[in-house]
Every structure is written in C-alpha cells, then in structure tokens.
C-alpha cells in the first residue's frame, strides 16, 4: 500500500471533528490505548470519531485509499493488535437517551454500562450489563453479552431493538427487524468489527431496581468442596437466579480487603430476582460449605451490581482464553483443579465457571447470531501478560483449557473465547450459520474493508 501523505491526511482531519492523528503525533499513544494494556495498537492512521458522520468521513476516506478500517472503544476486548489500518475509536459517542415508558434507551458506542445503570436507575429499571460496568456497552452487546441477569432474561443483543451503523460504502444506517433484517441478525451476536462500525444502538430494559445478591469468599483450602458443590448445586437454581465461582490469586493491593490481600481464594457470585428470605435459601448449601472469608450476599440496590463480582477498573495487561462446556462432570472439575488449584504456583489471576442455561438456552424473540445457547457452563481463564511472563502465560492458560477439552462444547461465547478462539471467519458458528454469516459479509462489505484479520473461512 502506498504511504499515507501530509495532504491526504489532512484533508480528512478537515472533514471530521476529531483528531486525525499519525504515529509521530502527539497523543497518538493515548488515542490508540487499549484497557489490556498487553495489546498494543500500530494503526498508520487513528480517527477520534465524535458523531456518526465523523465515522462515515473516515470510512469514505480509508477507501479512496484503499485502507483496512477497524474500531476501539474502550479496548477491552483487544486481545490482538490492529496493525496497517485505520483505527476509529468510538469513546467519545456519547450519546444515551432513556425512555422509561418505552423501557428502552439509545446508547452510543462510546458509552460505558454505569453510565447507563446511573441514567436508568430512578425509573427502577436496569440495563443487562455485565459483570463490570467499565466495559463498553455497544462492543458487549454485539458479542452477546452475559450478565447478572442473564438467566432470567437471557443475552443482551437478545433486547437489542436497532442498530445504527456506518457501512463500507461509507452510509449511516439505521437496521432493526424491517430495515434489512439479514444485517440485523448477524450484528446481534457477529458485529464485533465484521460488518462496519456499529454508533448507537436501542435496547430494552427490565424492570429490575434491586436484588439479592454479592459474593462469597472462602479460603482456598475449600477450593475442591466449594468447586465440586457448585457443579451439582448451580443446575438446580431457578432462572431467577445467575450465578459463578472462580479460582483467584490476588495481589496485596491496598484496595482490596485486608484478609484478600496476596492470597488464592474461591469468590462464589450470585444474583437473585426474588426475595431475600428465598435468596437464603438458594445460597444455604454453599453456605454451609466453609467459614467464609467474607460474605456479601444480601439485598443491594442494582446500581450496586458491580459489587458481585469485583471486576478490576484500572487497564491491565492480560491474556485469557474461555470456553463453553456442554456439562461438568466431576473429571471436569479435577481437572481444573489439576490445572488451575490453589496448590499449583502458577501466574493465573482467575479460573471461572459460570452457570448458563435459563433463558440463555433459548433462541431470541427476534432471533439472531449468538452462540453458545446450547452450553451448561462456561469457563473462563484471565493470566497477567507482564513482559517477564510473556513466555509462560500463554501456556499456563491453554493448559486449563486443553484440560477440559473432554466436556468442550463446540459452540463458543464470543465475548468470553480469547486465545480459544478458533481460526477462521465466523469458526465459533455452526455450519449453517457460518454460511449465513458470511453471505451478510460478502454482501455489506464485498471488498473485506472491516475486520483485518478475519482470516479464510474453515470446517
């Protein structure tokens, strides 16, 4: 490709609002900056979108000059570099709307989910965030999203009513059930970069302004117990409730609660749509496993989900790898034990299992391109990719996941798959959906503009 000139720059930096910035600018290094910190960006050419029409100048410019386009919010799902592009960052499309008659909102795709939970929260309804608030609500959404509410109202793009989005020929769409429904399917659970740059999208909202829920910490000495009690415990739960538990090596952060500092823990989460006297009652088997370490399960205004699980805010450096289990046997949870136990000094910040099921199992009202509905569990691996651990990491990660390969279900989270992503064009869908995928591909974006490295189609 023919290296970008001053002039052929500048003449989009006079188109757009934001910055237009190459990579001996100022401020390039911040523009291009993921939240895993391990990731880092090598775009020729990096555009601060602030409207969709910014967005659209870009994707006009990059194809006069015959430039792959990909996009960044907030970085946390930047698990490999976008390198000889055009990189558009989305961070600063804030826009967000509530209607809280319709139950719905408008969020734009540099809005964050606590922002949206603070705008819902006086109508006493809830967005289906994550288990952190931090992340990007539009690049969640498009990978499906799997939150605290997950089993009572299933995955987020599953409320997802339209999307707006800047396509390869450089147009503002908006796409929903009748405006091209073909296009509509394949975002809500596929758009992740494939299709174009997705700026705004309407969701629903549940009617959700408290509940009963928060996390469990036991020592690691009941790791086996607590792990092994979860795999017969979880499937029983009804689909009013959601809930995990992970393997955790903590630092001696200052931050955390003094008894968690520096030590391997199992953090049981869970989250209940119902009253607290039958949330006890649900909880009272793992309850009764172990003294707990710290118990904070009780009844919390949903603003306060983030409290379950205890996601980290600050950017890290990190590589991970999940993946989806069609069941859990006991072999499977010795073999995580095996793997990822307290008993072994590995670097490994979490091991996770979450339950799925419930309403995560059913299609869509609307159907669309999710995967994974099939799965009992999901399992997830996140390790600290620090440079004197580059060499190892990798390693230690696959071999928690080659270690339930056994129980793997075909299908994969999109959101939660990492480094167990398998090779190829939409290699996470079955066959017929692939199939399906890639026609939408071929026909909204005919030249392979979005999505650098999605690479050839395989069985």
């Not at 930096?13 to 001996?24: C, T, W, Y």
């Not at 999109?414 to 890639?438: I, K």
Request: charged share 20%; hydrophobic share 50%; net charge negative.
């Amino acid at each position: 490709m023919p290296a970008l000139t001053y002039d052929a720059v500048a003449e989009l930096a006079a188109r757009v609002a934001g910055p237009v910035l190459m990579p001996a600018d100022p401020g390039f290094a911040e523009e291009i900056a993921a939240w895993n910190v391990a990731t880092v960006h090598r775009p020729d050419l990096v555009v601060g979108a602030t409207c969709a029409d910014d967005v659209a100048e870009a994707v006009r410019w990059a194809a006069r000059h015959h430039k792959k386009v990909t996009v960044q919010a907030t970085g946390h799902g930047a698990l490999s570099p976008a390198t000889d592009c055009v990189l558009i960052t989305t961070r600063r499309l804030a826009e967000l709307s509530v209607d809280p008659v319709a139950r719905t909102a408008r969020i734009g795709a540099g809005v964050k989910w606590a922002r949206v939970i603070e705008a819902t929260a006086p109508y006493g309804l809830a967005p289906l965030n994550g288990s952190a608030s931090d992340v990007g609500a539009v690049g969640y959404a498009l990978g499906g999203g799997m939150g605290s509410l997950a089993r009572r109202y299933g995955f987020c793009a599953d409320h997802v009513r339209a999307l707006e989005i800047v396509t390869a020929d450089g147009r503002v769409r908006r796409v929903d059930s009748l405006r091209d429904p073909e296009l509509f399917w394949a975002l809500r659970g596929a758009g992740k970069s494939h299709f174009g740059v997705v700026t705004a999208m309407e969701v629903d909202l549940v009617p959700v302004s408290h509940l009963y829920g928060g996390g469990i910490f036991f020592p690691a000495e009941a790791a086996a117990d607590v792990l092994h009690a979860f795999r017969t415990w979880a499937p029983t739960l009804p689909e009013e409730a959601t809930a995990s538990v992970a393997l955790l090596r903590l630092p001696p952060m200052p931050t955390l609660p003094e008894v968690l500092r520096g030590r391997t823990v199992v953090h049981l989460r869970f989250a209940h749509l119902g009253s607290d006297e039958e949330g006890a009652r649900l909880l009272a088997p793992m309850r009764a496993l172990a003294p707990a370490l710290i118990d904070g399960v009780g009844r919390m205004p949903y603003a306060a989900v983030d409290s379950i699980h205890m996601d980290p805010v600050e950017p890290m450096p990190s590589h991970e790898a999940g993946v989806v289990l069609k069941d859990l046997p006991p072999e499977a949870v010795d073999a995580i034990l095996a793997t990822a136990g307290p008993e072994i000094d590995l670097p490994l910040i979490m091991a996770e299992l979450r339950l799925l099921g419930g309403a995560l199992s059913r299609p869509a009202a609307v159907p669309n391109a999710v995967t994974g509905r099939e799965g009992a569990f999901s399992l997830l691996c996140i390790a600290p990719m620090l440079p004197e651990l580059a060499e190892i990491v990798p390693a230690v990660v696959a071999s928690v996941i080659d270690a339930v390969e056994p129980f793997r279900s075909p299908a994969t989270l999109v959101n939660f798959q990492g480094a167990a992503a398998r090779p190829g064009a939409f290699a996470a869908w079955p066959a017929e959906d692939r199939e399906r995928l890639l026609r939408v591909k071929k026909e909204i974006d005919p030249n392979g503009m979005f999505n650098v490295n999605l690479g050839p189609v395989v069985p």
